[in-house]
């Protein structure tokens, strides 16, 4: 059984370029957040996806959006990059319900030069 | 609001000696609580969680932790340290709607746990 799988794991962008990062929820999962986590930092909540719509949203601004398919996989799209916006970008996977585990992928690393 | 906070930024200690991370919580709603491990260059494991009942909870790799209502406090411990406990660990917590987890986990900053032979 995969679990959450993250693509691509590395990437290199320059400012003012567009991104988009993408996510496989471990099989059976219907509920997609993602986390974006600085260098020595915890991860912060970016937003939340579940039946194709953003549930929750976390301090971050419009340049951060996001889609989820059908298939529960997911995209999160980062528009004008920034230095700032250099992180680890986690993809954690639920299935909706009291006290389900949440889990992790294992990450994209984004550096914008 | 919630917020966590990790008391310790870094916890160096002896292999087999005994260690805690504290972990502090603040919320006006019940929680869930959770630890989360992060090992070098990956994402993150969950160690155990606390929805309810017994204020003591087991994990993986011989951690537990307790859950301290008036304290608000969730502390993770393990009797004796590996090398390869060497690491980061998150602490978290999570809003409860009605009686359901949203998902959004609100973390600390982290405390990096240093073994040494």
């Known amino acids: 059984d995969a679990g959450v799988t993250q693509s691509p794991t590395h990437l290199i962008k320059t400012r003012g370029q567009q991104v988009t990062l993408r996510c496989s929820p471990k099989?059976?999962?219907?509920?997609v957040s993602w986390y974006q986590q600085a260098l020595g930092q915890g991860p912060q909540f970016i937003f939340q996806?579940?039946?194709?719509?953003?549930?929750q949203r976390g301090n971050f601004p419009d340049r951060f959006s996001g889609h989820q398919f059908p298939n529960y996989s997911s995209e999160l799209n980062v528009n004008a990059l920034l230095l700032g916006d250099s992180a680890l970008y986690l993809c954690?996977?639920?299935?909706?319900?009291?006290?389900?585990?949440?889990?992790f992928g294992e990450g994209s690393w984004l550096t914008v030069v | 609001a919630q917020s966590v906070t990790q008391l310790d930024s870094q916890v160096p200690v002896f292999e087999e000696a005994p260690v805690e991370l504290r972990c502090n919580y603040s919320s006006s709603v019940s929680v869930y609580l959770f630890w989360y491990v992060q090992y070098p260059n990956q994402g993150l494991q969950l160690l155990l969680k606390?929805?309810?009942?017994?204020?003591l909870v087991k994990g993986i790799n011989g951690f537990e932790a307790e859950f301290n209502k008036s304290q608000t406090s969730f502390h993770l411990r393990k009797p004796s340290v590996h090398i390869s406990d060497t690491a980061e660990y998150f602490c978290?917590?999570?809003?409860?709607?009605?009686?359901?987890?949203?998902?959004?986990?609100?973390f600390g900053q982290g405390t990096t746990l240093q073994v040494k032979p």
């Open positions: 954690a996977s639920s299935f909706q319900g009291a006290g389900n585990t949440i889990y």
């Open positions: 996806y579940y039946e194709e719509e953003e549930r």
């Open positions: 099989s059976g999962h219907d509920t």
């Open positions: 978290a917590v999570t809003q409860l709607r009605g009686s359901s987890n949203t998902g959004k986990l609100i």
């Open positions: 606390y929805l309810s009942g017994s204020t």
